[in-house]
């Protein structure tokens, strides 16, 4: 579960990066 929630967070951060 904390993998998951890690790469999710990941994600999002991405996104709003490139959002950016």
């Known amino acids: 579960?904390?993998?998951c929630t890690?790469?999710?967070l990941?994600?999002?951060g991405w996104?709003?990066?490139v959002t950016d």
Request: hydrophobic letters at 40%.
């Open 1 to 3: 579960m904390q993998l």
């Open 10 to 12: 990941t994600r999002l």
């Open 15 to 17: 996104e709003m990066d």
């Open 6 to 8: 890690g790469l999710y």
